[in-house]
Antibody, heavy 120, light 107 residues
Framework: EVRLLESGGDLVQPGGSLRLSCEAS????????MSWVRQAPGKGLEWVST????????YIAESVRGRFSISRDNSKHTVYLQMNSLRAEDTALYFC?????????????WGQGTLVTVSS | AIQMTQSPSSLSASVGDRVTITCRAS??????LAWYLQKPGKAPKLLIY???NLQSGVPSRFSGSGSGSDFTLTISSLQPEDFATYYC?????????FGQGTKVEVK
């Protein structure tokens, strides 16, 4: 059974930083691309970032480029989202997600999300 | 970025109704189209991938169709557990984009 467990969400002031983590189990982690998708309160789903299985390729949404970065540690079965210069509009539930392929597939498993609140 | 436009944004239906949701991409996306269901406070769940392939464990009342840039999700006979919000997503290229969602509510 695939399990994705996010952590690291918190209340942070504008301009602050957070690092989200997602620990995966139940599948061969290094084969699959991993993504972060967020959902602001009462809003729809917004893709944030994707990293390939071998970490050789990363992709980031324009709305967070230059502030967020994605990485992974395949030895720890963990993917990270480093979030800097946080803004109020970054407030959202952040989902960790597994793609169905190395990169380029649909998302076939999701974590339960970790809440990031940016407010003074 | 490819824009994904769903319609309607919301609909009211009764148990047993046939429900159809459409999704239009701003350009052709091959078969790189997926549908997800999300219930309040829960993570999304994959229903259909590659336009028309049912994810394992998803009831056969769900089906997907379409080609090029126009796609459809159909629920043949709406069940109580199907009241939720539905999203389409393209994974043809980056940035990945989702439709704005269609909320299926009780009539």
């Amino acid at each position: 059974e695939v399990r994705l467990l996010e952590s690291g969400g918190d209340l942070v002031q504008p301009g602050g930083s957070l690092r989200l983590s997602c620990e995966a189990s139940g599948f061969t982690f290094s084969i699959y691309a991993m993504s972060w998708v967020r959902q602001a309160p009462g809003k729809g789903l917004e893709w944030v970032s994707t990293i390939s299985g071998n970490a050789g390729s990363t992709y980031i949404a324009e709305s967070v480029r230059g502030r967020f970065s994605i990485s992974r540690d395949n030895s720890k079965h963990t993917v990270y989202l480093q979030m800097n210069s946080l803004r109020a509009e970054d407030t959202a539930l952040y989902f960790c997600a597994k793609e169905a392929t190395g990169v380029g597939g649909e998302i076939d498993d999701w974590g339960q999300g970790t809440l990031v609140t940016v407010s003074s | 970025a490819i824009q994904m436009t769903q319609s309607p944004s919301s609909l009211s239906a009764s148990v047993g109704d046939r429900v159809t949701i459409t999704c239009r991409a701003s350009q052709g996306i091959g078969n790189d189209l997926a549908w997800y269901l999300q219930k309040p406070g829960k993570a999304p769940k994959l229903l259909i991938y590659a336009i028309s392939n049912l994810q394992s464990g998803v009831p056969s009342r769900f089906s997907g169709s379409g080609s090029g840039s126009d796609f459809t999700l159909t629920i043949s006979s709406l069940q109580p557990e199907d009241f939720a919000t539905y999203y389409c997503q393209q994974h043809y290229n980056f940035p990945r984009t989702f439709g704005q969602g269609t909320k299926v509510e009780v009539k």
